[in-house]
């Protein structure tokens, strides 16, 4: 019941946020979910297929056990990806929330049902606030996944207080990135 409540105000909170930006000084420049965005997320999944970070020939990484909120076992890469040009970091996460799957059952099926998440280090500029980094949540086949109130591509639910960036603020190092702290400007 608790959780419930929870989650309707995180809702209420997001489109309330959206509805004062849509309007806002900065409306033309969307946080995240915009057309603009979900096609870079598109360009990224490409790229990332092309280099075999995701999709049938994706290189083979050992999975390990995870938690919440990204899934109970996944496996993680980082590499230098080109996007439109530019070469950046990304690091992409497979998660896995299987009931009673182990690291072996996922490890001989990597194929089965999963999420992807993504960071993706765009141009200086982009969100000075948050390394510049984009976000971005894919089905395992590349499709962009949704939250309230759309694609969960680019600063996803900057200036909220939960979300992909909120939570990833918390990350040691100040890079934003749990995994390493290689990544800090
Ligand atoms: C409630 C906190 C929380 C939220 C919300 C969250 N993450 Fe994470 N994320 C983590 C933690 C903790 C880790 C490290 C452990 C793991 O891999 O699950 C992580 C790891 C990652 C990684 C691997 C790099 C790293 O930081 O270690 C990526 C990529 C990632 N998250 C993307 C996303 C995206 C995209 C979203 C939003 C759609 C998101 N995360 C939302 C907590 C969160």
Known sequence: ??????????????VAGFAV?????????????????????????????????VGENAIRAFPYVG???????LVTLE???SVGGRTATVIVKKNYTLEFATVEDVANNPGQQHDVTVM???????????HDWFWAKYTADGEILAG???????????????GCIACHSN??????????DRHAM
């Not at 019941?1 to 997001?14: E, H, Q, Y």
């Open 171 to 180: 990350a040691p190092g100040g890079d934003m990135v749990f995994i390493n």
């Open 120 to 130: 993706f280090r765009r141009e200086a500029g982009y969100d000075d606030d948050n």
């Open 67 to 73: 938690g919440p909120p990204h899934g109970d076992i």
């Open 21 to 53: 930006f849509g309007t806002g000084v900065k409306a033309q420049d969307p946080l995240f979910g915009d057309a603009e965005s979900v096609e870079f997320a598109l360009a990224v999944w490409e790229a990332m297929e092309d280099q075999k970070l």
């Open 148 to 162: 309230p109130p759309g694609p969960l591509a680019g600063r996803v639910y900057k200036g909220l207080e939960a």
């Open 1 to 14: 019941m608790k959780r419930l409540t929870v989650g309707a105000a995180a809702f209420a909170v997001a």
């Open 79 to 81: 590499s230098m990806l």
